[in-house]
């Protein structure tokens, strides 16, 4: 596809029920980031990957959150029973080169979670 | 203190106004972003700089590596461009890390025809 896509745009969870959030980048990109953006903030960082190596999960708030990118493509955002505080907005953003040094990011359009 | 500070939070225009939004950072940066995300969800990323100034249309990005300041502005404002505007820093990383992307809380603008 031409630009990053997230699905779902929309899930709605009972508390306690287990979410997976998929993430496909633009083809060809090797790097791969989630960001959590709660209502009323700007987005924060979860996790990064490099192709399939998640070299950076310092963000992912407990050990409830989980990624994972196994053929260096489709990433999958996963969060064991879920909280209320969980509630957000989770963006997928993709970009051509590693790191973060002067890449620009490509967004999806987020997928948006609202735990009752 | 956030890393990322913007200003105004709000801001509302009348339609072909000059506006300018305002981010200052705390952290050592790599570069400097500006996104804009509409309603949805969808962020683009308008610009990314290092230092300097850079211009896409109506669009004007600046930055002061000395202060830690960058500013964006829209001249002659238009309702589509109501939406929020970001502004991220990448941090510049080291000891193998590669850096992070902190973000302002962005500032919600509103163009009135």
């Known amino acids: 596809g031409a630009g990053v896509s997230q699905s779902p745009r929309y899930k709605v969870a009972k508390r306690g029920q287990d979410v997976a959030l998929r993430c496909d980048p633009i083809?060809?990109?090797?790097?791969l980031f989630w960001y959590q953006q709660a209502l009323g903030q700007g987005p924060e960082f979860l996790t990064y990957f490099q192709n399939e190596a998640q070299l950076d999960k310092s963000g992912l708030p407990s050990d409830r959150f989980f990624a994972e990118r196994p053929e260096g493509s489709v990433s999958t955002l996963k969060i064991q029973r879920t909280q209320q505080e969980d509630s957000a907005v989770y963006l997928c953003a993709s970009s051509l080169k590693q790191g973060l040094a002067k890449n620009i990011q490509y967004f999806g359009a987020g997928t948006r979670l609202s735990v009752l | 203190k956030n890393e990322v500070e913007q200003s105004p939070q709000n801001l509302t225009a009348q339609e072909g106004e000059f506006i300018t939004i305002n981010c200052s950072y705390s952290?050592?940066?790599?570069?400097l972003h500006w996104l804009q995300q509409h309603p949805g969800g969808g962020i683009v990323s308008l610009f990314m700089?290092?230092?300097g100034k850079k211009k896409h249309g109506r669009l004007i990005a600046t930055i002061n590596i000395q202060e830690k300041h960058s500013s964006l502005h829209i001249t002659a404002s238009h309702p589509r461009d109501s939406a929020v505007y970001i502004c991220a820093a990448s941090t510049a990383g080291g000891g193998g890390s590669q850096g992070n992307l902190i973000f302002g809380k962005g500032t919600k603008l509103s163009v009135k025809p």
């Open positions: 700089l290092s230092s």
């Open positions: 083809s060809g990109h090797v790097s």
């Open positions: 952290v050592g940066i790599s570069a």
